[in-house]
T-cell receptor
């Protein structure tokens, strides 16, 4: 059974640029959630995708957007990057009615 | 507003010295309480789910308990490899997602 994978591992961007992060969910999991984790903080919920639709969103601006594909993989897009977007971005997958979420290794984004 | 508070922020133990980590929560309707372990720069690793007051779960040297207001993660005779950040999170029944609301974690260091 393959776990959650994310790419790239690390990314460095400059302010104002756009970035796309990718996630492959665990086998059999069709629900994907994205979280942002700033240094020394707990993960903060960005949004969740189920059946290729966004079905919930945290307190993040519209420049954070996403997609889910038929194979349940997902992308997180961030436009007009700001310095405060520097963080570890985590993807988690789960069963549609399951409570447990399983996390990938994360993508470390640095905005200069 | 749903909230999770973890204490202490950091804990240093000698190998074999047992202790407990605390997670206090306020939630509109508890669907589940979760414990994760996170190593530096990595994604959170799922440990336990607790659903109702009085429930207990164990895994090796770790034991998680739940009351109506808080959860404890008891670590018995810890080893250096138990050093990590331990995150607590809750899920509520509101909304269409199974999003997790995290605390800021307890950084545990176990010295040989």
């Amino acid at each position: 059974e393959t776990g959650v994978t994310q790419s790239p591992t690390h990314l460095i961007k400059t302010r104002g640029q756009q970035v796309t992060l990718r996630c492959s969910s665990q086998s059999g999991h069709n629900t994907v959630s994205w979280y942002q984790q700033a240094l020394g903080q707990g993960p903060q919920f960005i949004f969740q995708y189920y059946r290729e639709e966004e079905n919930g969103r945290g307190n993040f601006p519209p420049r954070f957007s996403g997609l889910q594909f038929p194979n349940y993989s997902s992308e997180l897009n961030v436009n007009a990057l700001e310095l405060d977007d520097s963080a570890l971005y985590l993807c988690a997958s789960s069963l549609p009615l399951g409570n447990e979420q399983f996390f990938g290794p994360g993508t470390r984004l640095t905005v200069l | 507003e749903d909230q999770v508070t973890q204490s202490p922020e950091a804990l240093r133990l000698q190998e074999g010295e047992s202790s407990s980590l605390n997670c206090s929560y306020t939630v509109s309707g508890l669907r589940g309480l979760f414990w994760y372990r996170q190593d530096p720069g990595k994604g959170p690793e799922f440990l336990f789910t607790l659903y109702s007051a009085g429930e207990e779960k164990e895994k090796e040297r770790l034991k998680a308990t739940l009351t109506k207001k808080e959860s404890f993660l008891h670590i018995t005779a810890p080893k250096p490899e138990d050093s990590a950040t331990y995150l607590c999170a809750v899920q509520n029944y509101g909304g269409a997602t199974n999003k997790l609301i995290f605390g800021t974690g307890t950084l545990l260091a176990v010295q040989p």
